[in-house]
């Protein structure tokens, strides 16, 4: 099984930018999908962006694309999740996951690394 780990959370103004960072252990990384979810207070988890790792295709909610970027450093067994042009709307604990398939519905994901909080304030 994977572990996952996320680190780079935080409070930041709107309009602003946080790098989240997913780093994975225990099993070869290559065949998986990382895929990133958020969970606003009282609200579902939802899919953020997802990428495939042996290619590097990317995947992204509507509602990120264009702001957020998903890349990972295979040598690192690492992923990313670079925020920009953050809104308040954005605030949320954020999970990194993996997967065998591309999926956003996190009932598909396998793993799931404890989360970290990003804050956006107005």
């Known amino acids: 099984q994977v572990q996952l780990v996320e680190s780079g959370g935080g409070l930041v103004q709107a309009g602003g930018s946080l790098r989240l960072s997913c780093a994975a252990s225990?099993?070869?990384?290559?065949?998986?999908?990382m895929g990133w979810f958020r969970q606003p207070p009282g609200k579902e988890r939802e899919f953020v962006a997802a990428i495939i790792w042996s290619s590097g295709s990317t995947y992204y909610a509507d509602s990120v694309k264009g702001r957020f970027t998903i890349s990972r450093d295979n040598a690192k067994n690492t992923g990313y999740l670079q925020m920009n042009s953050l809104k308040p709307e954005d605030t949320a604990t954020y999970y990194c996951?993996?997967?065998?398939?591309?999926?956003?519905?996190?009932?598909?994901?396998?793993?799931w690394g404890q989360g970290t909080q990003v804050t956006v304030s107005s």
């Open positions: 225990g099993r070869t990384f290559s065949s998986y999908i």
């Open positions: 996951a993996a997967g065998r398939m591309f999926a956003i519905v996190p009932g598909l994901y396998d793993s």
